[in-house]
Each structure stands twice: as structure tokens, then as C-alpha cells.
T-cell receptor, first 116, second 114 residues
Framework: AQSVTQLGSHVSVSEGALVLLRCNYSSSVPPYLFWYVQYPNQGLQLLLKYTTGATLVKGINGFEAEFKKSETSFHLTKPSAHMSDAAEYFC??????????????FGTGTLLAVQP | NAGVTQTPKFRILKIGQSMTLQCTQDMNHNYMYWYRQDPGMGLKLIYYSVGAGITDKGEVPNGYNVSRSTTEDFPLRLELAAPSQTSVYFCASNDRGGTYTEAFFGQGTRLTVV
């Protein structure tokens, strides 16, 4: 079975500062990992994903994340926050396999506020 | 392509009423999902389907039913609405063939049960 833990339900940064959103996962099989962003009153949009290969993945809007198997982590970073980055961010885990591993399981989300 | 389309966008139900949330996708995806989103709880999987005619329970299936008669459509049924079902509901789909593809989400249905 898979699960996701996002540390920090609310994160506040100043415009131009580093953004770091934490995600740890648990999976009994090699995981597929995702970060989604949700703007107010919108659906979820994929920021980036890790399936196989390079462990540092780059996504849209300048975000990137690194898969660290030894730490079971997939933290999301952005070097310089913009006001437009204010949104809720969700980490998710899945796997290509039979049965329960097929499901996409989400963390509880981190609300990012960007201060001027 | 329209992607994943959910209807209605908003609905107010009285306790005990029933309704169907519609979801359709035009990407020929084999997997489809229903989630509910509650503040501070993230997204919880209600039901999912791996193809037409095949459905399975997620984390929070009680009070809901689904069917998957076609690849495109995956309606969610609430038979006896309860205040605990007040939530935002999202439908999603993806392709789980040889290569995993991202899940695409609808815009959501905001349901209030009073």
C-alpha cells in the first residue's frame, strides 16, 4: 500500500525567497510521484512527475523536485517565489502494478502564501 | 479536446435526496477516479475504475455508488444525501498502459447537503 505525508499544511514565504514544500512517501513497490497545484476554485494541474530515470525532475513555472529513495522523499522547490505561486500544492504517489498499487493517493496538501 | 468534464458545477441537496454527478472524458483513458476534497484533508479516493465494466472501492466509498458502462463516462451516485457528504468532488482520468500518464482532473462539483 502507498501513502503520502506532507509536512506543513501552511507555508509562507516572501516574494523572491526559496520555496520548499516537503513530501515523504511510503510504497511497497517502486513509486511514481507527482506534484499537483490547485488555484482557488480550480481543478488540479500537474506540476511535475517522477516515474523512472533522472531523479531530479523539472516542471512548469520553474518548480523542480528530487526523488530520494534513501530518504523516501520528493520535496518540491523553486528558487524564487512569485506572487502567482500562491496556491495549494498536493503530493501524490502511485505505481504501475496490480491491485492497490494502481491508485493515485494524495497527501493532505500545503497551502503556499507569498508575501510581497 | 475537452479533457475531463464534470456536471453540475454546484448543487444544493436536501438530506435524503439523491443525485448523480456526471463525469465524461474524451481522451480514451482506461482509468477513471472519483475524489472528494475537504478542507485540510486533501483528496480522498471514493471509487475508481480500470476500464468499462470494472469498478472498485477507494478509501471512502460509503454512501456512494458508481458505474462504468462506457470508456468515456463514470457517474457517481449519491442515494441518500447526508450533511457529511458536503464536499467538493473531483473526477479524474489517466492511461495506465505500458507507460504511466498523468491524471487529468475536471473542474470539480461543489455539493452542499442541508
Amino acid at each position: 500500500a502507498q501513502s503520502v505525508t506532507q509536512l506543513g499544511s501552511h507555508v509562507s514565504v516572501s516574494e523572491g525567497a526559496l520555496v520548499l514544500l516537503r513530501c515523504n512517501y511510503s510504497s511497497s513497490v517502486p513509486p511514481y510521484l507527482f506534484w499537483y497545484v490547485q488555484y482557488p476554485n480550480q481543478g488540479l494541474q500537474l506540476l511535475l512527475k517522477y516515474t523512472t530515470g533522472a531523479t531530479l525532475v523539472k516542471g512548469i513555472n520553474g518548480f523542480e523536485a528530487e526523488f530520494k529513495k534513501s530518504e523516501t522523499s520528493f520535496h518540491l522547490t523553486k528558487p524564487s517565489a512569485h506572487m502567482s505561486d500562491a496556491a495549494e500544492y498536493f503530493c501524490a504517489v502511485s505505481a504501475l502494478g496490480g491491485g492497490a498499487t494502481n491508485k493515485l493517493i494524495f497527501g493532505t496538501g500545503t497551502l503556499l502564501a507569498v508575501q510581497p | 479536446n475537452a479533457g475531463v468534464t464534470q456536471t453540475p458545477k454546484f448543487r444544493i441537496l436536501k438530506i435524503g435526496q439523491s443525485m448523480t454527478l456526471q463525469c465524461t472524458q474524451d481522451m480514451n483513458h482506461n482509468y477513471m477516479y472519483w475524489y472528494r476534497q475537504d478542507p485540510g484533508m486533501g483528496l480522498k479516493l471514493i471509487y475508481y475504475s480500470v476500464g468499462a465494466g470494472i469498478t472498485d472501492k477507494g478509501e471512502v466509498p460509503n454512501g456512494y455508488n458508481v458505474s462504468r458502462s462506457t470508456t468515456e463516462d463514470f457517474p457517481l451516485r449519491l442515494e441518500l444525501a447526508a450533511p457529511s457528504q458536503t464536499s467538493v468532488y473531483f473526477c479524474a482520468s489517466n492511461d495506465r498502459g505500458g507507460t504511466y500518464t498523468e491524471a487529468f482532473f475536471g473542474q470539480g462539483t461543489r455539493l452542499t447537503v442541508v
